[in-house]
């Protein structure tokens, strides 16, 4: 059984950064496979972030964190990556990554992906 494991998590002010990264266990990064950062507010739905394909190329990103947050991996590692930068209050949420086989153009569809990882806390303040 594939596991993923989330860490990076933590409070920062606004404005700051924060790394979130998740590493893949019994996983591999094989053609059109799919790595995702999603999140989910108290009382709100979880949502779609941000998507990477294992070519390292075909990535998406919800509109708001669009020129903030940055996806990228590490296929040596088994590792997905969350740069975000200029955090604002309404980021804070918990954040899972998760994988799957989501087709093409829907990678930020959370019904494509199988795998969840347990998630970690981002906390923004203002």
């Known amino acids: 059984q594939a596991q993923l494991v989330e860490s990076g998590g933590g409070s920062v002010q606004a404005g700051g950064s924060l790394r979130l990264s998740c590493a893949a266990s019994?996983?591999?990064?094989?053609?059109?496979?799919?790595m995702g950062w999603f999140r989910q507010a108290p009382g709100k739905e979880r949502e779609a972030v941000a998507a990477i394909y294992t070519d390292g190329v075909t990535i998406s990103y919800t509109t708001s964190v669009l020129g903030r947050f940055t996806v990228s991996q590490d296929k040596d590692q088994n590792t997905v990556y969350l740069r975000m930068n200029s955090l604002k209050p309404e980021d804070t949420a918990v954040y899972y990554c998760?994988?799957?086989?989501?087709?093409?153009?829907?990678?930020?569809?959370?019904?494509?992906?199988?795998?969840w990882g347990q998630g970690t806390k981002v906390t923004v303040s203002s």
């Open positions: 019994r996983w591999t990064f094989n053609n059109n496979n799919c």
């Open positions: 998760a994988a799957g086989n989501p087709p093409s153009g829907k990678s930020l569809r959370r019904e494509y992906y199988n795998i």
